[in-house]
């Protein structure tokens, strides 16, 4: 009898051990994807935590059962007897740590078990096993003797607890490690473009619209040279390096970089890698405000591209944009401007239909052409414009670049047609930016026939202007007039919600949805035949 009961008190142990067990490798998992998400930076995964201390870090359970074990290890041991405080944890455990729902939420980007994810599994497992083991230690002694509940809770407990801890002690220890690595990757890089000396390079920077010029570049240019481009958004220094060496070969004759950056420097840090001999300069934004602090901060960063280019190399840019045309002092380059108000490529008479846009592109105020393109925006124009201009280098006739124009797929999640069951979405769900935003928003405007709809949680990585731009987003949202508003996150849109509200706008053609998951639930319901939904901007699970 008294060799069941310890039996009994053995099972119920192992099930306290491996619900704690299983907490934390959900809760493991969810910081690793949020540390992936981060782009594995040791600033921002903390700068992330910080944000969400509460509500994910020091969590009220977490604080609630340490209390809870520090008062029973000072004052249950008199009242309750060895067994009874191993039932009492474990009904603790089992209501408190069973459930994980806040670590297994669908995710939108799945977490990406990457060379450099198993790298860095290593250290973070060591470091979580150190106390398990030891908890687990404790377990193995039983039948022979009762387990000390108290220390078996609070071993297994902070181990979950301290995972995020673990995920930055590790990326620190594998720091070193990975910077070997990536150099290792940038001496192979720049070893194979030295041996392709004919090899022409367009390095592409703005703070948005680079991977849709890039697109543009890329299909104008495949009209008579044999291309090499990287894909999607492939634009750190991993990202380019990766395409130089595993795609690029000497049958290739351009090759197009995309150069993104998030801090001081990172542009020079690609030219260095890659030495643009044109160099295409879009745009200056309020993207990743946040990390730069000014425009003019951004607009320096980004002008490197023009700075790294060879005497008589070409600039192609953005003439609308006074910031960028602050970066234009060379005059060992040459220079082609491009712009909806000014520059020698322009364009007249920009309008919409269901089968995209059309315009009239003009160069150097003579030469004209028609141009039909599948490409939504304002922007997507200027776009188009600056691909002109990229071509016009290479010798292409503008005709001919009308013509190719029109096979030009639109970027995922840019502004793209897509069908939506019985209706119709626009998706723009990439990062989205005050400009990109406003022209979406315009062009779903100028749709007729049917309702139109706009799903948003506006946008993200603006400093200290982002509830001001998001409320401006708002006032444009409102202005549109449009049938149906529903905004994801309620906290995170409150100044979008407020810049509607502004405008007079019916607060009962406005929803406010916890999710995009649930805001698509609802939509399955209301959509017609004929209707428009927009979807503008899509944020990472990080938000």
Request: proline content about 4%.
């Amino acid at each position: 009898m008294y060799s069941t009961y310890l039996l009994l008190v053995h099972a119920m142990t192992w099930v306290l051990a491996l619900v704690l067990l299983r907490h934390g490798f959900y809760r493991g998992r969810f910081f690793l994807h949020i540390y992936q998400q981060n782009g594995y930076k040791l600033n921002e995964f903390w700068s992330w935590l910080k944000q969400h201390w509460n509500e994910h870090v020091l969590t009220p359970t977490f604080a609630l059962f340490n209390l809870l074990l520090v008062l029973m290890l000072f004052f249950g041991r008199d009242l309750l007897s060895e067994t009874a405080s191993i039932w009492v944890v474990s009904v603790f455990v089992l209501v408190w740590f069973l459930p994980v729902g806040p670590y297994t939420a669908r995710a939108k980007k799945p977490l990406a078990y990457t060379a450099r994810v198993k790298r860095l599994l290593v250290p973070v497992s060591l470091l979580y096993l150190a106390p398990v083991a030891f908890a687990m230690s404790i377990v193995e002694r039983i039948p022979s003797q009762f387990p000390d509940p108290f220390v078996l809770g609070f071993l297994l407990s902070t181990a979950s607890l301290l995972q995020p801890f673990f995920m930055l002690l590790g990326g620190w220890i594998m720091k070193p490690v990975e910077t070997q690595i990536q150099n290792g990757f940038i001496r192979q890089a720049k070893r194979k473009l030295a041996s392709l000396p004919d090899l022409k390079i367009v390095a592409i920077t703005g703070s948005y619209g680079k991977t849709s010029t890039k697109f543009v570049i890329k299909t104008l240019l495949s009209e008579r040279f044999n291309v090499c481009f990287t894909p999607g958004s492939y634009n750190t220094p991993m990202g380019i390096t990766m395409v130089i060496n595993n795609d690029l070969d000497a049958s290739h004759q351009i090759l197009i970089l995309e150069m993104g950056a998030r801090y001081a420097g990172n542009i020079q840090e690609l030219c260095d890698i890659a030495r643009p001999d044109v160099g295409v300069f879009t745009n200056v934004g309020l993207a990743h405000l946040e990390t730069f602090g000014t425009q003019d901060s951004i607009a320096h960063t980004k002008g490197a591209i023009l700075r790294s280019l060879p005497p008589n190399g070409t600039a192609v840019v953005n003439s609308d944009d006074m910031r960028v045309m602050s970066q234009v002092t060379r005059t060992d380059i040459s220079v082609i401007s491009a712009g909806l108000q000014s520059g020698r490529l322009r364009a007249e008479n920009i309008r919409y239909d269901a089968t995209g846009c059309h315009f009239t592109a003009v160069l150097d105020g003579t030469e004209r052409a028609e141009v039909t393109t599948k490409l939504l925006g304002a922007h997507n124009v200027l776009n188009i414009l600056i691909g002109f201009g990229v071509g016009i280098h290479f010798g292409l006739r503008l005709q001919t670049m009308a013509l190719a124009a029109s096979r030009i797929e639109p970027v995922e999640h840019r502004l793209e047609l897509k069908p939506l069951g019985v209706a119709t979405m626009i998706d723009d769900a990439f990062n989205s930016n005050p400009v990109g935003a406003a022209n979406a928003v315009e062009v779903l405007r100028q749709f007729t026939g049917g309702r139109r709809v706009i799903v948003t949680p506006g946008m993200v990585e603006l400093g200290a202007i982002e509830a001001e731009e998001n409320r401006k987003f708002g006032e444009a949202i409102g202005r549109a007039d449009l049938e149906l508003v529903i905004l994801v996150g309620e906290e995170r849109s409150k100044p979008i919600l407020e810049g509607i509200r502004s405008t007079g706008y019916s607060d009962e053609k406005i929803r406010v949805e916890a999710s995009l998951f649930t805001a698509n639930e609802f939509l399955r319901g209301y959509l017609q035949k004929g209707d428009v939904v927009l979807y503008e901007n899509d944020l990472p699970d990080l938000y």
